[in-house]
């Protein structure tokens, strides 16, 4: 069964980091391209970072760009979204999603694969 799940929420204060985790099992991360959403409360959901199948090309929201890092471990079969500087905007339900699609746009494009979500909470 296709599946992607996510890892690594909590609740932090500001200024401080997390690193989410996206797994996936019975199919290669490497061959998708991969997304992080997140849906704050009462907020419509939005795209935070998008990687390439390649690996080669990334994009971020410009809410995260210098602060959020996505990466690739193929050998784990696992995408991390570095979070850094947390700020309590960043509050919000992190879902992973993985299909065949190019970075540029990642926002509005259809994606194949979703996880459940994990809950960041960035309070003090």
């Known amino acids: 069964q296709l599946q992607l799940v996510e890892s690594g929420g909590g609740l932090v204060q500001p200024g401080g980091s997390l690193r989410l985790s996206c797994e996936a099992s019975?199919?290669?991360?490497?061959?998708?391209?991969i997304a992080w959403f997140r849906r704050a409360p009462g907020k419509e959901r939005e795209g935070v970072s998008c990687?390439?199948?390649?690996?080669?090309?990334?994009n971020y929201a410009d809410s995260v760009k210098g602060r959020f890092t996505i990466s690739r471990d193929s050998a784990k079969n696992t995408v991390y979204l570095q979070m850094n500087s947390l700020q309590p905007e960043d509050t919000a339900i992190y879902y992973c999603?993985?299909?065949?699609?190019?970075?540029?746009?990642?926002?509005?494009?259809?994606?194949?694969?979703w996880g459940r979500g994990t809950q960041v909470t960035v309070s003090s």
């Open positions: 990687l390439s199948n390649s690996g080669t090309s990334t």
């Open positions: 999603a993985a299909g065949d699609n190019p970075c540029s746009n990642f926002e509005i494009r259809p994606w194949d694969y």
């Open positions: 019975a199919f290669t991360l490497a061959y998708y391209g």
